[in-house]
């Protein structure tokens, strides 16, 4: 995946915009599995910042304890975990879900996680995995593309269409196996069909040989605000196994955490 920061317009510095901190949340972001560590040369050409800038920014973090270097390459330290930990603990909610998806993958032998929107990607927020030997590394904070995962289309169902249809529009149809989908009408047709049956099934469209099936996790009025999964391997769990054995167990877990977060009882 290109780690590259997206060409963003810099709006004018103003009252309600301080263009110093946006750029320190760039030099942040500039930082990733790809790039885990970075020259100041390096850091400047992935923010569009001068050499100067990127310094100052990145002497300043130092100073706070989130950047670490050798005298020749930055590195974000442990401390900037500070700053993901203040969302997540912002939602006590997690801290209530987490042992509901333990029992969950007690049950059911497979990994489970929980994600939010974020544009056209999700984000994992919590995640609890198996004890079996799983391809993925993912954890808490890692990101995916919405389009081709399971949360991610339940999550993008819970958009009204014409939010859905402004999303998509001009979104790039990436492949990534022979199973992806690549065209935005079937694209939307998938989203549409998880809206309707309140669950979606995504097969080895993201990832060769992994599979997952999500459900919706709904607020008090109603509302998709992130969603959770089972996930696992093709060659051992088939969707045929995902939807018969597995989504009973899946729905009643979400349903159990959506009443956590006020949701009513159906």
């Not at 990101?143 to 169902?157: E, K, Q, V």
């Not at 990832?207 to 099936?213: A, H, K, Q, T």
């Not at 459900?215 to 959770?228: D, I, K, S």
């Amino acid at each position: 995946m290109n780690s590259q920061i997206p060409e963003t317009k810099d709006p004018k510095p103003s009252d309600s915009y301080v263009q110093s901190f946006a750029r320190g949340l760039e030099v942040i972001r500039s930082f990733s599995a790809a790039t885990p560590q970075q020259t100041l040369s390096e850091v400047a050409a992935q923010t569009g910042l001068t050499r100067a800038g990127a310094r100052r920014i990145l002497l300043t973090l130092q100073t706070l304890g989130y950047v670490e270097t050798d005298g020749k390459l930055f590195r974000l330290s442990p401390r900037i975990l500070d700053l993901g930990f203040a969302y997540l603990s912002s939602l006590p909610i997690w801290n209530l879900a987490e042992p509901v998806m333990e029992d969950l993958v007690e049950e059911v032998r497979e990994s489970s996680s929980a994600a939010v929107l974020d544009g056209l990607d999700i984000v994992y927020v919590l995640r609890v995995p198996t004890h079996k030997i799983m391809r993925t590394t993912l954890g808490v904070g890692s990101r995916l593309p919405a389009c081709w995962t399971s949360m991610g289309r339940m999550l993008l169902a819970g958009l009204p269409d014409d939010e859905l249809q402004a999303r998509l529009q001009g979104h790039p149809m990436q492949r990534f196996t022979e199973h992806t989908t690549t065209d935005v009408d079937a694209l939307i047709a998938h989203i549409r069909q998880a809206r309707q049956q309140g669950w979606c099934l995504v097969n080895q469209e993201l990832e060769e040989g992994l599979i997952s099936i999500a459900a919706p996790l709904t607020n008090r009025m109603g509302q998709t605000v992130a969603a959770l999964n089972i996930s696992g391997q093709a060659n051992r769990t088939s969707a045929a196994v995902m939807q018969e054995s597995l989504l009973p167990g899946l729905l009643r877990a979400a349903k159990t955490i959506s009443r956590m977060m006020g949701a009513p009882r159906a």
